[in-house]
């Protein structure tokens, strides 16, 4: 008798809902639909919940208890399935798109996750890189960064790119520069060989015109040289001789800047909540 009380009552309420279906758990007098559901589950004490029918899958490629894959079908696997690591199932939620079953579940970050964002303050368990303190944190705090090895003070990311950590190397230990300014042991080891125009013994030409404004040392005494007449003459040929001349770089001794193209971010670890 409860049974039939119970079917009719669904079958009054799909007339009233205009189709739509609510399920009652409880005595509420005249619970009303939502409109915008098909079917909804009410529990009057709000201490009932929705159990999905349990199956044991075999693997996310085969349909198998089902006869085959349903789009939208969902369903809680109890089966632990590992021989094919791309298809294996594990027990949880799953879905099924219409060709294999998709496992329903939430990323939740993990102690010592690193992560970018635009947001500049702590959140949601997030602590921002700025060299602060390990004693100014939450006590669960300071426990999860020190288990991470971060012994006094969390890293200052400020100015600084993450890479990964050598076996040498400390946690959040930092290092290197933006520029650097070029040393001799910088430079290639390259020898470069050349030869001058002219080998060995050679001369000079010059012009020996005075023009009575050049003093002249002659016995001990200065003289102002007349010679109005202009000679071309030539240097001896004998012996070789060296020049030297400098040539300058034009350079400042200006640093190279190494750094690339980049985009300023907050950076966070995650220490839990």
Not at 168 to 174: A, C, D, F, Q, Y
Request: hydrophobic content about 35%; proline content about 5%.
């Amino acid at each position: 008798m409860k049974k039939a009380h119970y079917i009719f009552f669904l079958f009054v309420l799909c007339i009233i809902g205009k189709a739509q279906v609510m399920i009652i758990d409880g005595v509420h007098p005249s619970p009303t639909p939502n409109t915008q559901a098909i079917l909804e589950l009410y529990s009057q004490n709000q201490n009932k919940g929705l159990l999905m029918p349990k199956v044991a899958l075999t693997a996310t490629n085969n349909a198998s208890p089902l006869p085959s894959h349903i789009a939208g079908m969902t369903v809680y696997n109890t089966a632990t399935s590992t021989a094919a690591p791309l298809t294996g199932v594990t027990p949880g939620f799953y879905y099924n798109d219409g060709t294999s079953w998709n496992r329903l579940e939430v990323q939740l970050p993990n102690i010592g996750d690193i992560k970018y964002s635009s947001i500049a303050s702590d959140h949601d368990g997030w602590y921002l890189l700025n060299g602060r303190v390990l004693s100014g944190l939450p006590a669960a705090a300071q426990t999860a960064a020190t288990s991470l090895g971060f012994t006094t003070t969390l890293p200052n990311s400020a100015d600084r790119y993450l890479k990964a950590k050598t076996g040498s190397e400390t946690l959040g230990s930092n290092g290197g520069n933006t520029s650097v300014t070029l040393t001799q042991a910088n430079l290639p080891n390259i020898t470069y060989n050349a030869t001058t125009s002219t080998s060995g013994t050679h001369n000079h030409t010059y012009n020996d015109r005075a023009s009575g404004v050049t003093n002249s040392a002659e016995g001990g005494n200065n003289k102002i040289v007349v010679d109005n007449d202009s000679n071309i003459s030539t240097t001896s040929t004998d012996g070789a001789h060296t020049h030297t001349f400098s040539v300058s770089t034009g350079g400042s001794n200006t640093p190279i800047n190494l750094e690339p193209k980049y985009l300023s971010t907050y950076i966070f670890v995650y220490l839990g909540q």
